[in-house]
């Protein structure tokens, strides 16, 4: 496939070719194509044709205006009929060929009786003399566009009235009954459940036979001697434990002891803040976030990944409890009960390392995602049961191929949740993905969503699918870009049915959000064949759908790309797109198109694993 | 007997579009094409005696157009590469045989088509062939990167000949 003369032949290599803008290397494919092909040939035959055409009718306009602005011009014309004939005598005598205009010889023309028509009838003879009138004034026909603004479905939880409970929500989880705001405070039995496990191993009696949708009641002792363990409390929050742990589930339903280990605490939802952690060395209560604790002999550290908690000593039999100190997002801190004092201490986000599998692994799995890359899974175990992707899912870049400079997976660098590692693009590189092959072969459509944070709002492609990479050739061109105005844009073009990209062969989907620099996004494009194409910014359909008529998607997932191909790529417009320079974290591709409620679902469960606040 | 000037008269306006653009693909400059296209035009008036009939007469204009013209981009040292002599030879066999669709239907195919041009690629076109402007120029005046104004040209025209093809070949006719 080295060979650049089995390069298949762009229909607009003919067009760039005679307009001297063709590479070499494609000249010389063209060339063949044209040999061995006598379709080729025909096309060049009518291409040649029709650019003559072209040039005449928009020469002849230009003229045609001219010609009554200017008397000069008719001048030109006369002279050059003038010419003609006098050649013409030198020779024989010369009669003009038949046409709306007939001049006689040595006659002049009448400006006025000379239509457009004529001009390209005659033009061929007058094209060289320069013109100086006014430009060509084309009178452009606007085309209506039917926009068919489509509201997305507002999913209303019957149960939590703010944030949708992601557990509940996973179609996948159904065992845990978890319990909702019709049963709000549930204070006698039920205290939380334990939802998901890793290589867990118990010890203690009271965590013999455990097992995921297991209800746990108040004075619940468990002893985690392996593995991982997530809970959900009756209220929704969630905490996540690695061995070895000790932890107790309080009398009020809100509110856990760590006797030992560590943990992780997620409180999503208004109904969770308030999840209180007790431990020897402090009480720290939830504000609504994600944060780590750690109980180790004589202190108690606390990280805060986003929001605030609030952390106070305990009271004692020698003083009443601390006053409350607040930690916010991006802060640690160590309360040491013995120096009786709370202080500052270096903020780590390994302490956030998890290993659990986030909802949007579950999701993922769920709605049998055909490619998914978190980036920051790739060494950690894997939930049982959680996920059976593999194969399918493509979690590092092994399964990909990072291409040129200065990109790379690093540790997010803006933590939100400092766990997370994210994929870092420059304009010098993208990643080449792999995935599997489009399964219905009759339903060809496409889901493509990825968080996004972009350096600069600039013209650029970030997912990319195309024909070509260096341009200014493109056979089909399928992708997410943020378009010159700032907004996302959802771009498909593809010359199948025969129609280049100004004559209807686009369809462009923009988005209304004006895209800021160096904010997190979660943006999700979507695609059918016969239905429509959408964008959706952080949940919501951002622009209106556009209708795909005629078949437009490329077959397969392959040949998608993370980053913009190259620097040299162009828009229909002829203006040149960057390639992507920023983040992208949870890349995920379906082969269907996703429902507007999927895609929330998506969207819920990817801020949950990221912990990234969008901007409303 | 030798073909008359009405005859080339008639021939080289009626099929403009395709000798032109024979020019066009052996010189790869429109304009030089147009020079060598009346060169050649008025070279078949004073040599009508030695051409027979009508197939002849297209036969001896593409040969000359191709002689004409490939001394002409010899002599404008375009450096550019070019189609193998051996394709310009079996296109200009293609152009002789082709029936031609008929000027008007092909101008008003066209027209029909250019209407549903975008404004840009439209305006580009009008500089470029109205104003004949250089790729080069437009981008100044226009304020685009030169391959950009090349790749809506190109772009435009794909989209144009595809567009007057379809609509031709909806009314039972070709090029």
Sequence with gaps: MSDHSEQPLDPQDIEAYLLGCLPEERVASLDKALRDDAAVLQQLAQAMQAMSLVRQEFAGQAQYEAAHQQEPLLEDFNTLLQELSDREAAAKPIALPASSVEPQHGARIDPDKLTPHDFVALGGYIFRKTLTSKPAIITSIGTLAAAVLLFALIVINPFASNTPDPIANNPRNTTPSIPTIDDPAPTTNTVATLTATHNAQWGGPASAGLGIGDTLYPGTRLTLTAGFAEITTSRGAVAIFEAPVEVELLDHDNAIRLHAGKLVGICETELSKGFVVETDHADITDLGTEFSVEVADRHTDVHVLTGQVTMSLPATQDRSGGEDVRIDAGQAKRADRQAGKIRAIAFSSEAFRRAMPTELDRLANALNAAAYWPFDHDQAPILQGARALQGARASSLSDGTLVGQGGGIVADPFGSVPSNRVLKLTDQSYVAIPAKPQQDEDKVAYTVAAWLRLDGVEHQNILTKTSMDEGPMVKFSQNLRVSDRGVFRHYLFSSNDGYGPDLGGEIIVDGKTQVRPDTWYFVVITASDGHFSRLYVNGQEDGPAQRIRQPKIERGLDAWRLGGPSARLLDAEGEPVKPFSGLMDDVLIFDRELSAKEIQDLYHAAKIASGRSVPH | ?175
Aim: net charge positive; hydrophobic share 40%; with cysteine.
């Design chain 2, 1 to 175: 007997m030798p073909v008359s000037s009405d005859l080339i008269m008639s021939v080289v306006m009626k099929r403009r579009p395709r000798l032109h653009g024979y020019a066009w693909v052996v010189t790869g400059d429109p304009d030089l094409a147009e020079d060598v296209l009346q060169e050649v035009s008025l070279l078949a008036l004073q040599k009508k005696g030695q051409i027979n009939d009508e197939t002849h007469l297209l036969g001896w204009l593409h040969e000359s157009i191709r002689r004409q013209g490939l001394s002409a981009r010899r002599a404008k040292m375009a450096q550019a590469m070019q189609l193998s002599s051996e394709v310009l030879a079996m296109l200009a066999e293609v152009q002789a045989d082709q029936h031609n669709a008929g000027h008007a239907a092909q101008v008003k195919a066209l027209r029909q088509c250019i209407e549903l041009l975008g404004d840009k690629s439209r305006d580009t076109l009008a500089l470029r062939y109205g104003k004949g402007m250089k790729p080069a120029q437009i981008a100044q005046q226009t304020d685009r990167p030169v391959r950009s104004v090349y790749q809506m040209i190109t772009r435009a025209h794909t989209s144009l000949r595809q567009c007057v093809t379809k609509r031709l070949s909806s009314e039972g006719s070709t090029w």
